[in-house]
């Protein structure tokens, strides 16, 4: 059984510019969700993914946005980098309603 | 809305000592998960534990055990015989009924030294 990956580990963009970060679901599992986790917090969350469609936002910006593919991986989207983007971006997996997520081990987005 | 709240920032013990983890919660489904994830300082979040709403039964696995108590909103976790591997960012975390959102708390650092 293949666990949560993401892509890539470590980035660095310079504020405006635009980012895309990748997330690979364990196998078998149908849902992607996206959580921020800026230094010294628990993580925010962001959006799910379900066949292929946003199931749930939470408090971000338009400016974030989402993908999921037909094979449930999933990308996340950033535009108008800013200063307070820099954070680790943990991407999750699980099945539909199983309240239950498995987690990739992150990107760290530092934005200069 | 919900929130989760470690009052706890950071711990530290020495090794062998046992310690508790607070994790207070407000939510206002009557049907909800409640976790603990550890976050080592590779990043990762390992999940621990996962309890619903209706099963306030504590739960031990091996040195690690956890209190239920829905009567005081709390999900409070303990260490036995703490070792340096325990060294960690632990959460606590609640997910609502729809089951997409999960709210973590803030953490808390455990240090254990030798």
């Known amino acids: 059984e293949t666990g949560v990956t993401q892509s890539p580990t470590h980035l660095i963009k310079t504020r405006g510019q635009q980012v895309t970060l990748r997330c690979s679901s364990q196998?078998?599992?149908?849902?992607v969700s996206w959580y921020q986790q800026a230094l010294g917090q628990g993580p925010q969350f962001i959006f799910q993914?379900?066949?292929?469609?946003?199931?749930g936002r939470g408090n971000f910006p338009p400016r974030f946005s989402g993908l999921q593919f037909p094979n449930y991986s999933s990308e996340l989207n950033v535009n108008a980098l800013e200063l307070d983007d820099s954070a680790l971006y943990l991407c999750?997996?699980?099945?539909?309603?199983?309240?239950?997520?498995?987690f990739g081990p992150g990107t760290r987005l530092t934005v200069t | 809305a919900q929130k989760v709240t470690q009052a706890q920032t950071e711990i530290s013990v020495v090794e062998k000592e046992d310690v508790t983890l607070d994790c207070v919660y407000e939510?206002?489904?009557?049907?909800?998960?409640l976790f603990w994830y550890k976050q080592p300082p590779s990043g990762e979040l390992v999940f621990l534990i996962r309890?619903?709403?209706?099963?306030?039964q504590n739960e031990i696995s091996g040195r690690y055990s956890w209190n239920f108590q829905k009567s005081t909103s709390s999900f409070n976790f303990t260490i036995t015989a703490s070792q340096v591997v325990d060294s960690a960012v632990y959460f606590c975390?609640?997910?609502?009924?729809?089951?997409?959102?999960?709210?973590f708390g803030g953490g808390t650092r455990l240090m254990v030294k030798p």
């Open positions: 939510t206002r489904d009557t049907t909800y998960y």
């Open positions: 196998s078998g599992h149908n849902t």
């Open positions: 999750a997996s699980s099945l539909w309603r199983d309240y239950e997520q498995y």
């Open positions: 309890r619903n709403s209706f099963d306030e």
């Open positions: 975390a609640l997910i609502n009924n729809a089951g997409n959102m999960l709210t």
């Open positions: 993914y379900y066949r292929e469609e946003e199931n």
